[in-house]
């Protein structure tokens, strides 16, 4: 049965959602490493089988391309989920989700600094709106926070850890041809796995190894390794295929709308006019940023057809 790729988007975003409300939950139960190992470690059993046979058979691809693997697993993997379930110890899921829907302008402006790639005026006016959302946010739309630098360092860690996702981004830009797309995840994954256990192991040692005999956190971990970590991605990748990534990165502005749905139902949090007014700023300004580079590059395309007719 096809499913439309539509449905497959949305459902994906859903699914990225419940990854900040697990987050949330488990605030003070499972330190941040410590979540973010157990949620590739079941994601690695869950697609793994998947893809075992490509992966042996790539082993000297694997063993070239061990930088971009690297960059992609400590970028990726590793310092965006810690910095994600960090956030979520200090700052509302809702903010954090909120937060994150600024990752389309970080990546405009690294792309820019990294890759020379240009920004057009109104691109610009996109990524001032995005970064004046956000600093409406995180200072509760309130002076004082600002001119104190008085901020939620929740929110803080969530914006350094865009930062971390933007570069895995571009990583993913330039070297993802390179790899089979599902082996290739999940060998960023087991590195990824590789470098949390010692983070994970001081986690243990300071604050103390979490009770995974819990019914609800092997609920939670369970989720977080399969939804988020394989179904979304699956469901992401064919309904990229099937529209292209253009039309597909608006469906990440659902992110922060189902999770504040969410929040609200299952955490119970409060959603504030402060946070209404400068999500809808943000995602105007997310929407400016990338829509004149999806337009350059339709024309792009109908101009290289003209020339090849």
Not at 108 to 127: D, H, M, N, P, Y
Not at 237 to 262: D, R, W
Request: charged share 10%; with cysteine.
């Amino acid at each position: 049965m096809k499913i439309h790729p539509y449905i497959l988007l949305t459902a994906a975003m859903l699914f990225f959602s419940g990854n900040f409300i697990v987050g949330k939950s488990f605030e003070g139960i499972i330190p941040p490493f410590t979540l973010a190992l157990l949620r590739f470690v079941s994601a690695t059993i869950f697609l793994l089988p998947v893809c075992l046979k490509t992966i042996n058979l790539n082993h000297a691809l694997w063993k070239k391309e061990w930088k971009p693997l690297m960059g992609l697993a400590i970028t990726g993997i590793v310092l965006f989920n810690g910095c994600l379930y960090l956030s979520v110890n200090y700052t509302s899921s809702i903010n954090a989700a909120i937060v994150d829907a600024l990752t389309p302008t970080v990546a405009a402006i690294l792309g820019f600094l990294i890759l020379r790639e240009t920004i057009s005026k109104l691109q610009t006016v996109g990524i001032i709106l995005s970064f004046g959302g956000i600093l409406w946010i995180i200072s509760r739309g309130s002076l004082d926070v600002i001119t104190s630098f008085s901020f939620n360092i929740g929110d803080v860690i969530m914006l350094i850890g865009i930062i971390f996702w933007a570069l895995y981004s571009i990583i993913i830009k330039k070297h993802s041809s390179k790899f089979p797309t599902i082996s290739g995840l999940v060998m960023t994954m087991i590195i990824g796995i590789i470098i949390l256990l010692p983070i994970s192991i001081i986690e243990w040692v300071t604050i103390g190894f979490p009770n995974l005999l819990d019914g609800k956190i092997i609920l939670g971990i369970v989720y977080i390794g399969i939804f988020p970590s394989a179904l979304a991605l699956l469901a992401w990748y064919k309904g990229v295929a099937e529209i292209g990534p253009a039309k597909a990165s608006i469906f990440f502005n659902l992110v922060p709308i189902f999770t504040t749905m969410l929040a609200v139902i299952i955490l119970g949090e409060q959603f504030t006019h402060h946070q209404f007014f400068g999500g809808i700023v943000v995602l105007f300004g997310v929407y400016l940023s990338t829509k004149t580079r999806r337009e350059n590059k339709s024309k792009n395309k109908r101009l290289k057809r003209n020339i090849a007719n």
